[in-house]
T-cell receptor, first 115, second 117 residues
């Protein structure tokens, strides 16, 4: 069975600074996908970024980048130039290739961006 | 704005009531999901429909009854709920994405905040 761990229940960052949200995972399956979702107070889960287990390069999407260290089984999200609108809950998630439509979520990190 | 629409946004019901949550998407996705989310917790998968057939049922109590009338609609029928069923219920849809290594990107609705009294 796969498991996702997010050890930071809450994080604070100053506006315009960069912040790293930690995510580690555990699976014996060699083929998997890693996802980050953002959930603002409105409730909707918003897809941010994806990293495949066989991808050689770290994924980037605008201000979001994923620091993928496969040997350490970590997939940390880096948000550059934080904005007030980045304040939200952030979930790391994993799906096994061939694992059906099941996405396993971590416990989340509440990020607050301050002036 | 989300492309997955959920109604109602808020629902208060008694333990003897029968109600339904509705979800609609017009992106042509063939997989649709129900998740339950307690405050400050991650979403928990309840049901998955693939091509209008129930493909995953995560041992959810029978007081929750999903229905997929067609490829665009997903309902969750509620009957005789308990106060501990109070939560945010999220609907999602997905399709395979080559840019995601064949994995499926989930598009979520804004959810229905359910309170059971």
């Amino acid at each position: 069975a796969q498991k996702i761990t997010q050890t930071q229940p809450g994080m604070f960052v100053q506006e315009k600074e960069a912040v790293t949200l930690d995510c580690t995972y555990d699976t014996s399956d060699p083929s998997y996908g890693l996802f980050w979702y953002k959930q603002p107070s409105s409730g909707e889960m918003i897809f941010l970024i994806y990293q495949g287990s066989y991808d050689q390069q770290n994924a980037t999407e605008g201000r979001y980048s994923l620091n993928f260290q496969k040997a350490r089984k970590s997939a940390n999200l880096v948000i550059s130039a934080s904005q007030l609108g980045d304040s939200a809950m952030y979930f790391c998630a994993m799906r096994l290739t061939g694992g059906g439509n099941k996405l396993t979520f971590g416990t989340g990190t509440q990020l607050k961006v301050e002036l | 704005d989300t492309e997955v629409t959920q109604t109602p946004k808020h629902l208060v019901m008694g333990m003897t009531n029968k109600k339904s949550l509705k979800c609609e998407q017009h992106m042509g996705h063939r997989a649709m999901y129900w998740y339950k989310q307690k405050a400050k917790k991650p979403p928990e998968l309840m049901f998955v429909y693939s091509y209008e057939k129930l493909s995953i049922n995560e041992s959810v109590p029978s007081r929750f009854s999903p229905e997929c009338p067609n490829s665009s609609l997903l309902n969750l029928h509620l009957h005789a709920l308990q106060p501990e069923d109070s939560a945010l219920y999220l609907c999602a849809s997905s399709q395979r994405d080559r840019g995601l290594g064949g994995h499926e990107k989930l598009f979520f609705g804004s959810g229905t905040q359910l309170s059971v009294l």
